[in-house]
């Protein structure tokens, strides 16, 4: 079972830069599709930024200009900067990795708190 370990969660105020790394236990180029997911208390999880092998990026529209999703081979992670943050980006955010975009048989890390105050 693949393991994905997420980091760089914690408390910002209204404004502020956190960055995200994602580092899975199987070489980060066996997936076609690697992605930021977040969930709200009480809200559906939903897609912040994916990442293709190829190179292709898919951003939420809550958050194009602010966040970067990227990945680095040489160090086996992937990783998203998030600038300018706001209280709405608050929640759970989860690193996916799978064939596609929603695969059933993708993996999913444990999670990391991203906490935003006004």
């Known amino acids: 079972q693949v393991q994905l370990v997420e980091s760089g969660g914690g408390w910002v105020q209204a404004g502020g830069s956190l960055r995200l790394a994602c580092v899975p236990a199987?070489?980060?180029?066996?997936?076609?599709?690697m992605a930021w997911y977040r969930q709200a208390p009480g809200q559906q999880r939903e897609l912040v930024a994916a990442l293709t092998n190829g190179g292709r990026t898919t951003y939420a529209d809550s958050v194009k200009g602010r966040f970067t999703i990227s990945r680095d081979n040489a160090k086996n992670t992937l990783s998203m900067q998030m600038n300018t943050l706001t209280p709405e980006d608050t929640g759970v955010y989860y690193c996916?990795?799978?064939?596609?975009?929603?695969?059933?048989?993708?993996?999913w890390g444990q999670g990391t708190q991203v906490t935003v105050s006004s």
């Open positions: 199987t070489k980060i180029w066996r997936f076609t599709v």
């Open positions: 996916n990795a799978g064939g596609f975009l929603g695969d059933p048989e993708g993996y």
